[in-house]
């Protein structure tokens, strides 16, 4: 179903930008798990509106609720909703947009699909819909990790023309988080703020890149020949408002390889067989071999600017919109963290997935 | 489930390169669709191993045979089964892979997530298995075809550091079939065929870059938020063995753009909402928006080359892999109908749930 | 997943008897459909505790609240999710059941299951959650009557050993609601009333049949070969807690028939093709014929009963369980709404999925 | 969708009557099962049509082949496709069901759901359609057996007015398959042999009762709130043809006793907890309790009967159907083997499920 991600670990996400709350509900949560609300909550502190100054100054707390599925600490196996009440809604400032369709935006496709649209803040194709992924996501982050240590980072390597140099080692959290770019290169990330800022000064935005690492991923999760691991954080990420593209491990420069060049010869270390390059971004046949998985997923420009634009109104009449408020000039800082949820997602399915396959009986 | 595809026109498909066969099954294929083999058998003819001399000379007819839900002539709207048997299947030739592990092949992942792996040519990871999507996507081409005459057009942009020039027109079938490497502008198709014959010359491969058109598919199609139309064409490319990467519309170089620059302004020609630029590639908000659909496919260089590669045994030994036999120095020409078929299945899956959502009630 | 049903229709439900509330959220739930809250609230009151004095005197008004997917009075085709908070909650009353499994219920299994539970008021097996269920299939109730006047109407035929006479019209629900066991035949309802409260003043439970008619259901709903309208409504019946046993038509006494006694002749009335019986209760080959769609499902006597019961603790350990307070002495009268609630989600999903597989494309 | 059964054990099928074959694909078939052909026609050829002289004389060998999925005598985790052709088909037998509507059977249903329909032998309606899942079925039994010694038996124990008296021990396969009416008390046996060849004799047919016991599966298996165990076992039974009812242990029967006498008390046994009697069937709350699985399921007469009948053609013009040749005069003796094999496709599928939420990880 269109508001569900997942076939084991499956969350149902529901909720419009400027209506009474977004929030989801998680079906198939393991049971036993040790949470609080507080390590969700971390998780949307990082995704909320108003975090620094380069994002937009709406005023929201994100606080969540959990409205079922704990008892004492711990998770039942039954479905766990996670609810936040939207709090600085401000529905009379979208008044320009009932009658008139921004361009790249949701506008037109909404009403043309649906008859009729939300449209206070783009409704339901809000950015602010990823609040029940991120709160999920938390949920299933707090399960890898105490699963298998898995590690799970998301970081910011493009924005517009400003690319940080590769990075060599598994950046820490505090790297990530250390400015308000989420770029661990320090100086690159001080040119992104610059570009942001500048961008917003013009009325303008800016898109770029995010790559993910994710670490202690065993071998053998991904189900071919569909739901292949890579395809589905593919679509994980391709499902998030404004992204463009997806590329694991070599990517679209691999193209540019031949064949002995692109190949990941397997050695021996400790006794584990490994691969001595990681062309496949950790992933091969669909299936991951236990190197890290990395990935990048490319943002847009945010479709919101300060300028007024010509378009067309529902009516098919050409007309301008106007220049209007609270927007991010660019979204890719604050999806760094979607991202992540995106991907614990993806894993925490696949790890329950192979588990149904591959563990529930012993021939 | 793993080997299915699709929420309401869905397929399954099974079948290992050196079994007895491979096949599909489509459940819930609408009925009174006009259907014959023949239409089946003309995608699988351009799929299908010896048809150039830049694909594997393995000597496959690839003969489809349906075994059931047709009833004179019409399909029956019960499942669809094709059945292709396997012909020059040389088991023997791959008893080298029993115990030793291709680099960036599916053979150690499948090993360690299932504990077992039919190793002869790659078993069900050999692309091989695609033959029951393009079957299926050649009833989904019809489909579309007959409802409304949607088009769907792959071709190859990019092999290694040969690129075509960027097409201005939506390309004719025999455009695209006129060579063999699939590129419509006939002197760097040429190129792309030499560099190809260049690289087996060497034992090597190379890999590529496939776009992808579709027109005629109306406004709402796609299911946000999560089935996003987007996504399922992601999931769908990144499906398919040997991709890296997927981008719709400007994709990862409209990262580079300000958002001034990117968002397509509505206009109204002929009474209808259109887009004077197409940098969203057809979709805004998940949805389409009645534009071309453009999106492409990153394919990485053939893993099988005609070299010996260092590699390690499946109890951890190193050993040397030896160069072998049949194979694709470059799968990407071929890949070009499989890139449709997929398209095909997303888009007829995407229009049955837009009407099961939109049609079935009239309020 | 194990908390969602239905396919295009599909409602998650969440929530425990004694946690912070219960919900639902329905994805796919056609856009444009008039809603109010006033009309989910009306078969919420049909349903809750301490409406009449044959029932548990738990005091829960159910207020719902809508928390996503409507504007301007008008579903948007995005998810509605539902919340009800429960007020009345008294966990102390239950700390004997953390250490005991009452007998009958869901204690044992749960733990054995997921190894944790929630042991207050039976936590998520409790039918408290039935409450996302009614006011989802108040949504769904509301789709159709408005698509096609389809009319769904359950009411009492057993109490115990006491049998209404067969009802040879289709009642009104004023019949049903107009006394508290919801029996259309007055006098027996007041003797089922009375065996209810005889067992009440025995500290004793009894159980009974529903039976459940609808009208207005064109031909055509039922996916066969797996989804047939039949099994889909058997699966929802035997979802519901306390149900043993569904039968459809002639049922278990049809067995008694010989097939020329039990065939249904077709038959021309006003130019519609009609059976002139109905031992097929409105089903054939798993598909929907227009007729009458006539149904009953089973429900054992309630659990809880008032009668000190010997039982084990969770360490295996032989104790006795005492007698205690709230419930229900005939859980039967008040599930009249529940069934017709998961008869309207079965229906409309079922007219969904047909619109997708037989609207999508006209050859 | 229609033609799939399972969530992770999930079985396809498709084919028709006198169609060219009818066939299975499994997809999530456990890797490392040992499988042969033989173990999957020793069902079939339980089920196949002529085994006996009160079946159909319909001459099928119904000889399974496998398509894929095996290697070297054990499953790989790939799709295990199972093909049948059809021998006996006879299409011209049919000539008359073009245009007539049999009564009691899916010929109007069918026109009306797809605007088309196979009427050769009732196309997909047929019960030769069971083969697939007889198939798929076997291979579940035997993951059962293998996993943990789970013992499925079915058998008759009503032919239309003849009641076999209640069984009290696990009946052997010997003692089932001893006669051709498939109830393992013989004296009850042989009247029901002769009331079916009466039947026969008058051209008439019958019905009856199947009674299913399963022993041997562990507490746990169930998923809540929806996918109750009981719930998924109703769905499977009422998706055979012919099937009119199904009840779990105390089924309809127990809506007589009182809550006081209905409750199955708690006991340990050999450090076990057990309940002394079984009025639960062997579930509560949605979930297995370790104690033996009850249930029964109701078949009505076979619609098609040697007299003519009255009917109504395609047209809607008033006809007389003429009586025809091959069928069975009652189905119950060979449905045994398609309950069990119905409720070993629940049981793995559940098995899995479990696996995946309760084994996947550990807190």
Redesign the interface.
């Known amino acids: ?5 997942g076939q ?1 670990f ?1 969350i ?5 930008s400027h ?5 989801v ?1 998680i ?2 949560c ?5 949470l609080a609300e507080a390590e969700v909550q971390a998780d949307l502190d990082r995704r909320r509106p108003g975090q620094s100054d380069i994002t937009t100054p709406r005023k929201e707390a994100d606080t969540v ?7 004492e600490g ?1 998770t ?6 996670m ?1 936040v009440r939207n709090a600085d809604a401000r529905p009379e400032a979208y008044a320009e947009m009932r009658e008139t ?1 921004r ?8 009403q ?7 449209h206070r803040g783009g ?3 809000s950015a602010r ?1 990823t609040i029940g992924r991120v709160a999920a996501g938390a949920v299933a982050r707090k ?1 890898l990790s ?2 298998g240590g898995v590690e799970i980072r998301a970081f910011v390597t ?1 924005i ?2 400003i690319a940080a140099p590769s990075l060599h080692h598994f950046p820490t959290l505090a790297e990530v988080e250390a400015n308000a770019a989420r770029c661990p290169h320090g100086p690159t990330a001080e040119k992104m703020i610059e570009a942001i800022k500048q ?1 917003r000064a ?1 009325g ?6 995010v790559e993910c690492r994710v670490r202690g991923v065993p ?10 691991l ?10 998030l ?1 404004a ?10 420069t ?15 270390r400790d ?3 490994h ?1 001595s390059t990681n ?3 950790g ?8 190197e890290e998985i990395v990935f990048r997923v ?8 300060l ?1 007024n ?4 109104t529902a009516a ?3 007309t301008e919109l106007h220049a209007r408020g609270r927007h991010d000039p660019c979204v890719v800082p604050r999806a760094v963290v979607i991202v992540e949820a995106m991907t614990a997602l993806v894993l925490v399915d696949h ?13």
């Open positions: 179903m269109p508001n569900s991600f084991l499956r149902t996400t529901w909720g419009e209506g009474p709350s977004v929030g509900v079906d198939g393991p049971p036993l798990l040790p609720e959990f409205l079922s599925g704990l008892f711990r039942t196996g039954q479905p766990l909703a609810l369709f361009p790249s935006h949701a506008d037109f496709t909404y043309a699909k649906y008859g009729i649209r939300d409704g339901r194709s819909e399960i105490l699963a493009h517009h023309h961008a013009e303008d935005s800016v898109g770029g890149i071998a053998g999760l991904g189900e071919p020949v569909f739901d292949r890579e395809a589905d954080l593919a679509k994980a990420m391709l499902s408002p992204t463009k593209g997806f590329e694991i491990g070599s990517g679209f691999g193209t540019l390889l031949k064949g002995s060049q692109h190949n990941d010869p397997f050695v021996v006794g584990v067989i691969t062309k496949s971004g992933v091969q046949g669909g299936i991951s071999n236990g490319a943002f847009k420009p945010t479709a919101t600017i300028r634009q010509p378009t067309v098919g009449e050409p790890w329950m997935r192979q588990a149904a396959q591959n563990r529930a009986f012993k021939f």
